[in-house]
């Protein structure tokens, strides 16, 4: 048993993170092993992007429970993946590539573990004790090598608002053997206090990379989705929400200024009494354009105009409309006269409502824009008769089994001349840096299809309904696993007779 000891201390003297909490017999402390969905008895290993991730339990008892998460980095590989830079903000230098803290440190890294490895943890869910999941805990967690850019009374401004009862940020020092060279940027960062576990996990995945203000990767649009989920309830009403922002976005201002447009609808949503829909399916990735390349969804958003007016349409439905990003520039062609948004969330259409500044506009302009609350796995009337209809980002949200339903509401019942799919390309999934292997790209997708799937189905669609179809990729073409994002344009050729016609 000695021996054992002294091996448990040396792996903590390596460990990142630890998240501890109390308990009694009628409730045990070991209830965070389910909440983590990470058995106690077990040291488990997973890969990630940029190295091994290793959960174990010093303790696990009643009375006390502890899981550590330490994750081993591969200096060497970050750079030859070309990660080693740091991109988000590190210094760009041959030696920094190879002389820095990322083994070392809680960066990104972590943070990038941690939504890896703790999935179902950060979205609070769990079967077996939901009610447990729901519920505050005693909770302690530490990090024993936090940069922090800014210091320890930064990191006190970031997590005193979140609920903490206690935020220690004890300075280490850059050598004990030497005190007069002082404190190093780094501090020992030890957060006490009654939250859920999903939310201390949520403010950790946002503020370690905040703190240590430069990310391993480069930062893509998508990154903007992942603030504000995991910001979600927190980040809206923190006083340094600016400053969080910036950082975590890697100061990309284009991004940043995005980010706060939407931070301020949900405040608005919310002294409302609303709830702004978790599900955009056309996310608003505003470009900056000093920063290459274009955002995916400006280019998804380009091609769908392109083919609209290649459709010659005048009248359009964009069905599935979300908070009304591509509303937004269909608004601004006059060519479209008659333009309708369609979502099952009236939250998402209040959103959408105050984006476009409805009650703002003119007359005229008014005029030409209409916003429905339906849902598209039932037909209805008002959706007849329009030259175009748009599905961008939609049909991966509809679970397999109604799928059908959508199919003859859209393609058999509301028959627009031509209709616009767009979807991602799960084959171009690992070309995503920050997408963990085997993931989708959005934790509300049913399913993400490849390119050969996609065909298929619009073949099928195309042939049930009388249509045509071609395919037309969005985004970088790779030779290997294809674009980002497919689109299917479907051009009506004939009438067909269907079941539902006849009954």
């Not at 330490?70 to 830079?85: F, I, Q, T």
């Not at 996310?283 to 091609?303: F, G, I, S």
């Not at 058999?412 to 993931?439: D, F, I, K, M």
Request: glycine share 8%; net charge negative.
């Amino acid at each position: 048993m000695p021996g054992r000891r002294r091996e448990r201390r040396t792996i903590l003297g390596r460990v990142f993170l630890t998240i501890s909490t109390t308990g009694t017999p009628e409730r045990p402390a070991t209830d965070l092993s389910f909440l983590l969905h990470k058995h106690p008895d077990n040291a488990q290993t997973f890969s990630t992007s940029h190295g091994t991730a290793h959960v174990l339990y010093p303790e696990a008892t009643a009375e006390r429970c502890t899981a550590a998460l330490l994750l081993e980095v591969d200096p060497v590989g970050l750079v030859r993946r070309g990660k080693g830079k740091g991109r988000g903000g590190a210094p760009d230098s041959a030696l920094a590539q190879y002389v820095n803290d990322r083994p070392y440190a809680a960066s990104s890294l972590l943070a990038v573990a941690l939504s890896t490895v703790f999935k179902s943890a950060l979205r609070g869910a769990c079967r077996a004790m939901p009610e447990r999941a729901a519920a505050p805990l005693p909770l302690r967690i530490e990090v024993p090598a936090l940069p922090a850019r800014g210091g320890a009374e930064l990191v006190r401004k970031l997590f005193g608002p979140l609920g903490w009862e206690t935020v220690e940020a004890e300075p280490v020092a850059l050598d004990t053997a030497f005190p007069e060279w002082g404190d190093s940027r780094y501090v020992c960062l030890v957060l006490e206090g009654e939250l859920r576990l999903a939310d201390a996990l949520n403010q950790l995945y946002v503020l370690l990379p905040v703190l240590d203000d430069a990310k391993h990767y480069w930062v893509a649009p998508d990154e903007v989705d992942k603030l504000l989920r995991a910001g979600d309830g927190w980040l809206a009403e923190h006083p340094e929400q600016k400053l969080i922002t910036s950082r975590y976005l890697s100061r990309r201002w284009g991004l940043t200024r995005d980010a706060m447009e939407r931070l301020e609808l949900v405040r608005l949503a919310e002294s409302d009494g609303l709830e702004v829909e978790d599900v955009d399916n056309a996310v608003d990735e505003t470009t900056d354009t000093e920063e290459k390349p274009v955002p995916l969804a400006e280019q998804r958003r380009a091609a769908i105009l392109a083919a609209l007016r290649a459709a010659d349409a005048t009248r359009v439905l964009d069905l599935g409309c979300g908070q009304g990003q591509l509303l937004q520039e269909l608004l601004k062609d006059v060519r479209f006269t008659d333009i309708v948004g369609v979502d099952v969330s009236v939250r998402a259409l209040t959103v959408a409502g105050r984006r476009l500044r409805l009650e703002r506009l003119g007359e005229r302009q008014a005029g030409r824009i209409t916003l429905l609350q339906g849902s598209l796995a039932y037909t209805d009337k008002r959706l007849t008769g329009y030259d175009a209809a748009v599905l961008s980002e939609v049909v991966e949200h509809v679970d397999l089994p109604r799928l059908p339903a959508l199919e003859y509401a859209v393609f058999g019942s509301a028959r627009p001349r031509t209709v616009l799919v767009t979807t991602p390309n799960v084959e171009y999934n690992v070309r995503w840096e920050s997408l963990p292997a085997g993931h989708v790209r959005h934790g509300d997708h049913r399913f993400e299809w490849t390119r050969r799937e996609f065909r298929t189905w619009a073949a099928r669609v195309a042939e049930q309904y009388g249509y045509g179809v071609e395919f037309t990729p969005i985004g970088p073409d790779d030779p290997e696993v294809g674009p980002p994002t497919q689109m299917a344009v479907f051009t009506q050729t004939s009438r067909t007779t269907t079941k539902e016609d006849t009954a």
